[in-house]
């Protein structure tokens, strides 16, 4: 299972009643955040949650409202005495733009490691997470933009039955059962492959902010479990204004969702003239029924189907 929390759910700039979007992700007792704009350290202080424990920092782009958060992030990581390396993934620039930023935060106790995003897709396999990916593809935005899909997979069932025709001692059972090969004593060799049958549902979460509609987000949305995606206008007449500055509108987020056949959509990234999103969802419903307009600090646990 892995825990989800919208942070925040403004685009622009912070208002007082809404944070900037942010989205962070708890699996296994690690943690991933996904953009960082001003104050994204109080919403998050907000909904309980911590920075001590974030391993990987993603960003979608190098505008002010998704990045100018991460310097005062990264000094109360390094207040709180981590010196864990931490990883930070996206576009090209990342390491020039995240130095510029650390003119106000030069001194830090750990190492930051950069991954540039090259390909229009490129999954990531984090370290010591065998089961959970990250896969950034390339969006629609006036700069150079990403969304993410966090995929967290699961082995088949093990078979009792198999592994006891295949007499494979017991104290192997449990390794097998995590993806291990075995070279027993006696010089058998024994692969998972023997033991699980074929590969259950896992789960999938896709991300996506600063976009027109493409062709890449359904792709990558494709069966998602839940899918959060900006829908900066809820206004009919703003579609214009949408297309101008490339971003989405409810109602076409809401296609985006019913093409990729996702079992939830959450709206994100509201324009700050946006008071109430809940005024344009009978309309957005018809298209896509079960869409949320996401609030900040909206959680939700994302549980394996059981089959």
């Known amino acids: 299972m892995i825990d989800v929390c919208l942070l925040g759910t403004g685009g622009m700039m912070p208002l007082p009643q809404r944070f900037l979007t942010s989205l962070m992700i708890r699996y296994n007792g690690?943690?991933?955040?996904?953009?960082?704009?001003?104050?994204?350290?109080?919403?998050?202080?907000?909904?309980g949650w911590s920075p001590k424990p974030i391993d990987i920092i993603c960003?979608?782009?190098?505008?002010?409202?998704?990045?100018?958060?991460?310097?005062?992030?990264?000094?109360?990581?390094?207040?709180?005495?981590?010196?864990?390396?931490?990883?930070?993934?996206?576009?090209?620039?990342?390491?020039?733009?995240v130095n510029a930023l650390r003119v106000i935060a030069p001194e830090l106790p750990f190492q930051i490691l950069f991954?540039?995003?090259?390909?229009?897709?490129?999954?990531?396999?984090?370290?010591?997470?065998?089961?959970?990916?990250?896969?950034?593809?390339k969006v629609n935005h006036n700069v150079l933009c990403y969304?993410?899909?966090?995929?967290?997979?699961?082995?088949?069932?093990?078979?009792?039955?198999?592994?006891?025709?295949?007499?494979?001692d017991r104290q192997y059972w449990n390794r097998l059962q995590k993806g291990e090969t075995i070279a027993s004593s006696d010089g058998s060799v024994y692969t998972p492959d023997m033991v699980l049958g074929e590969p259950r549902k896992g789960i999938h979460l896709t991300y996506t902010t600063d976009t027109?509609?493409?062709?890449?987000?359904?792709?990558?949305?494709?069966?998602?479990?839940?899918?959060?995606?900006?829908?900066?206008?809820g206004e009919p007449d703003k579609k214009a204004k949408a297309k101008e500055y490339r971003h989405m509108t409810f109602y076409e987020a809401a296609e985006l969702a019913r093409k990729a056949h996702v079992t939830q959509l959450w709206l994100t990234h509201y324009s700050p003239s946006l008071v109430n999103p809940n005024e344009f969802m009978t309309d957005t419903k018809k298209i896509f029924p079960d869409t949320i307009a996401a609030r900040d600090g909206r959680m939700i646990t994302l549980n394996f189907q059981e089959s």
Do not use: W
């Open 147 to 168: 969304g993410y899909s966090i995929i967290l997979s699961r082995t088949g069932k093990f078979s009792v039955e198999e592994a006891a025709k295949r007499g494979i």
């Open 212 to 233: 027109r509609p493409t062709e890449s987000i359904v792709r990558n949305a494709e069966g998602a479990d839940l899918f959060i995606c900006e829908g900066m206008y």
């Open 59 to 97: 960003f979608t782009h190098y505008h002010a409202d998704h990045i100018s958060g991460l310097p005062g992030m990264l000094l109360t990581m390094g207040n709180a005495e981590r010196t864990e390396p931490l990883l930070l993934i996206g576009p090209k620039g990342l390491e020039r733009v």
């Open 115 to 137: 991954h540039e995003l090259e390909d229009a897709e490129e999954t990531i396999q984090p370290q010591d997470m065998p089961d959970f990916a990250i896969k950034a593809f």
């Open 30 to 47: 690690k943690s991933i955040l996904i953009d960082c704009g001003e104050a994204t350290q109080i919403a998050m202080r907000k909904t």
